[in-house]
């Protein structure tokens, strides 16, 4: 009764259509800047739910997709960067072959959300259901201001079968 493949493959190819028609994020002349990582990412439902598949498939399906209208910070890599540099600026490598920045990327919006559930059973039939709503906002990261959001739900019922109880 949570959220199968099947969801996470239809919301985020929602979102994805979504975020690209706001003209907010990706209908700038300098593309922004944006974050979609697992950090803000809150399940609060009472299902087992890797956030990370919902992060993840999303922020490689927007990177195809966009095809340089967003930028994707990967905030998740900063260490794996910072050992980078510091290895080029301690000489112990060579530069590379792209230029060389005073600092890392700073990005504009950080993508945050929600997984919220809401359980019932009917005494009668022993049906049990489960609504679940997924929310997801994109955050302006100077002003605080939310530039879209988006709103997901999906709702299971299962009967429990006599013979298993």
């Known amino acids: 009764m949570g959220i199968e493949s099947q969801d996470v493959v239809a919301m985020t190819d929602q979102m994805m259509r979504d975020m690209l028609a706001n003209r907010i994020l990706a209908a700038r002349d300098v593309p922004p800047r944006i974050i979609i990582d697992n ?93 679940h709503q997924v929310t997801f906002e994109m955050v302006d990261l100077e002003l605080g201001t939310i530039v879209w959001s988006g709103s997901y739900e999906m709702r299971k019922a299962a009967q429990d079968n006599v013979l298993y109880r």
């Open 39 to 131: 950090e803000y990412m809150r399940n609060e439902s009472s299902s087992i739910i890797n956030t990370n598949l919902l992060t993840d498939r999303l922020r490689v399906e927007l990177n195809r997709a966009a095809n340089g209208r967003l930028i994707f910070v990967g905030r998740h890599y900063a260490d794996m960067v910072e050992k980078e540099r510091a290895l080029k600026r301690d000489g112990a490598v060579d530069g590379g072959t792209i230029r060389k920045t005073q600092a890392t990327a700073g990005a504009d919006y950080r993508l945050g959300g929600r997984v919220a559930s809401l359980d019932a059973m009917d005494r009668n039939t022993q049906t049990r259901s489960r609504y």
